[in-house]
T-cell receptor, first 114, second 112 residues
Framework: NAGVTQTPKFQVLKTGQSMTLQCAQD?????MSWYRQDPGMGLRLIHY???????DQGEVPNGYNVSRSTTEDFPLRLLSAAPSQTSVYFC?????????????FGPGTRLTVL | GNSVTQMEGPVTLSEEAFLTINCTYT??????LFWYVQYPGEGLQLLLK?????DKGSNKGFEATYRKETTSFHLEKGSVQVSDSAVYFC???????????FGTGTSLTVIP
């Protein structure tokens, strides 16, 4: 199993550009989520999904869109990038969102917005 | 609401020193508790977990005991190594609802 994969690993954007961060998992997990990691702020939840066709907002959803058309894929879209979105982005998945289930993390995408 | 409070870092220790990283939580009911580790340039990976009060999770020489009376889950290791240099996150998986809660992370540097 490849686990959770993310592409690209690094990306530089100009303000106003759009892009999609890709995330895929091959563990047949129902629950997937996106976090951003910023110095001194830990991990903050952007969006999550409890299954194909179902998404919901987390703590910091503004400026980001998601969709979940398949169990395997959970892309994160930045419609109009801003410097405040410079961060490291992690995708994670788990069997479901319950109390016993650990989340498996991807290697991250380091995004810089100029 | 649910939350996790974690000891501020960074922490710098000499090799073979004793490590404690404090973590306390606020939650309804009886949650599970996790510790994750993030090595440089990588994603987070589960280090250990405990699913009920008085449980002790352990892995790679690290231990943490779920203390319901003090709502704590402190991470300890008796003798740290250079290879333990990483960022450590305390985490609260959802007891109800769907959101995991993470502490802010504690950066550990072990010097030879």
């Amino acid at each position: 199993n490849a686990g959770v994969t993310q592409t690209p690993k690094f990306q530089v954007l100009k303000t106003g550009q759009s892009m999609t961060l890709q995330c895929a998992q091959d563990m047949n997990h129902e629950y997937m989520s996106w976090y951003r990691q910023d110095p001194g702020m830990g991990l903050r939840l952007i969006h999550y999904s409890v299954g194909a066709g179902i998404t919901d907002q987390g703590e910091v959803p503004n400026g980001y869109n998601v969709s979940r058309s398949t169990t395997e894929d959970f892309p994160l879209r930045l419609l109009s990038a801003a410097p405040s979105q410079t961060s490291v982005y992690f995708c994670a998945s788990s069997y479901h969102g319950g109390r016993y289930n650990e989340q498996f993390f991807g290697p991250g995408t380091r995004l810089t917005v100029l | 609401g649910n939350s996790v409070t974690q000891m501020e870092g960074p922490v710098t220790l000499s090799e073979e020193a004793f490590l404690t990283i404090n973590c306390t939580y606020t939650a309804t009911g009886y949650p599970s508790l996790f510790w994750y580790v993030q090595y440089p340039g990588e994603g987070l990976q589960l280090l250990l977990k405990a699913t009920k009060a008085d449980d002790k999770g352990s892995n790679k020489g690290f231990e943490a005991t779920y203390r319901k009376e003090t709502t704590s889950f402190h991470l300890e290791k008796g003798s740290v190594q250079v290879s333990d240099s990483a960022v450590y996150f305390c985490a609260l998986p959802p007891n109800t609802g769907n959101q995991f809660y993470f502490g802010t992370g504690t950066s550990l540097t072990v010097i030879p």
